[in-house]
């Protein structure tokens, strides 16, 4: 049932560590498949690469699957699908309140072609160039915590900003 909602809706799911128990081996060949599909046909997806959706003032970890997912599509092309991949930032004023503001920024694509060559060379590191490459793209427009002494800190300013633009517009 849930996956004809899935397909309805045209989303591809993406098996992740925390999705299977223990001791299983994650197999995304068919959602890899799917995503090359909707590549092939000219289309476009939406990825959240952090692979989760909670609140905290930094960026997590990149999950690798974007990049795996179109270096493997540009090398079954032979690196001339012309692939680019579009790191956008999302930050909320509120993330935790439903009409919040957001700010969307949008960087300049990454050119997936432009790894044909380390990806020839080690598949894995390519795979975690490009990760990097627009985990870099992102953190750049996000504000970010190292701790949660930061983290309380810029919820502080934030508060504080907030407060001062109520005054200032009445």
């Known amino acids: 049932m849930i996956y004809a909602i899935f397909r309805f809706f045209h989303i591809i799911p993406i098996i992740r560590k925390s999705d299977i128990k223990k001791g299983e081996i994650i197999n995304n060949k068919d959602t890899f498949a799917k995503c090359h599909e909707y590549l ?3 289309r476009t997806f939406l990825i959240f690469p952090e692979g989760t959706s909670y609140y905290e003032l930094k960026l997590r970890e990149i999950k690798t699957g974007i990049a795996r997912i179109a270096l493997s599509f540009e090398d079954l092309n032979n690196f001339k699908g012309a692939l680019k991949i579009l790191p956008i930032a999302l930050d909320y004023s509120d993330a935790v309140d439903f009409r919040s503001s957001i700010v969307v920024i949008i960087n300049e694509p990454i050119i997936v072609e432009n790894y044909k060559k380390q990806y020839a060379l080690d598949m894995i590191k390519a795979v975690t160039e490009l990760t990097e490459g627009i985990r870099n793209d992102i953190a750049q427009h996000i504000p970010h915590a190292n701790s949660k002494k930061e983290e309380g800190f810029l919820v502080k300013i934030y508060r ?5 633009m109520d005054t200032v517009t009445k």
Not at 160 to 164: D, I, V
């Open 40 to 42: 092939s046909e000219g």
């Open 160 to 164: 504080f900003y907030m407060e001062y």
